[in-house]
């Protein structure tokens, strides 16, 4: 159906930089906003940026000024730059995106999706 793949997260020592992609595939009619998120073991999944299809951005108040979140619509791909990074940023990254499936274009049904999750690590 569609899938969100996700690569970019490894190792990295405090005021690295790292860069996530996600790119989507599969039967899509159109993608919507979409967006990152991460978790940490025992932690809620928290909300760390989202972009719109006409590049509107949101981030989370303890990334701003240090991620960028991005996209290329013409690759289903979104983009999430991480600069200065601390170890609190360490957690698994996910990727979410809100698509119309081929098969809901009469309706433009939009359905929610997610990635498996990249792991980020910052530590020296």
């Known amino acids: 159906q569609v899938q969100l793949v996700e690569s970019g997260g490894g190792l990295v020592q405090p005021g690295g930089s790292l860069r996530l992609s996600c790119a989507a595939s599969?039967?899509?009619?159109?993608?919507?906003?979409m967006g990152w998120y991460r978790q940490r073991p025992g932690k809620q999944r928290d909300l760390v940026a989202t972009i719109t299809s006409d590049g509107t951005t949101n981030y989370a108040d303890s990334v701003k000024g240090r991620f960028t979140i991005s996209r290329d619509n013409a690759k289903n791909t979104v983009y999430l730059q991480m600069n200065s990074l601390k170890p609190e940023d360490t957690a698994t990254y996910y990727c979410n995106a809100g698509a119309i499936p081929f098969w809901e274009r009469v309706f433009l049904r939009e359905h929610n999706y997610w990635g498996q999750g990249t792991q980020v690590t910052v530590s020296s």
């Open positions: 599969g039967s899509i009619f159109r993608i919507n906003a």
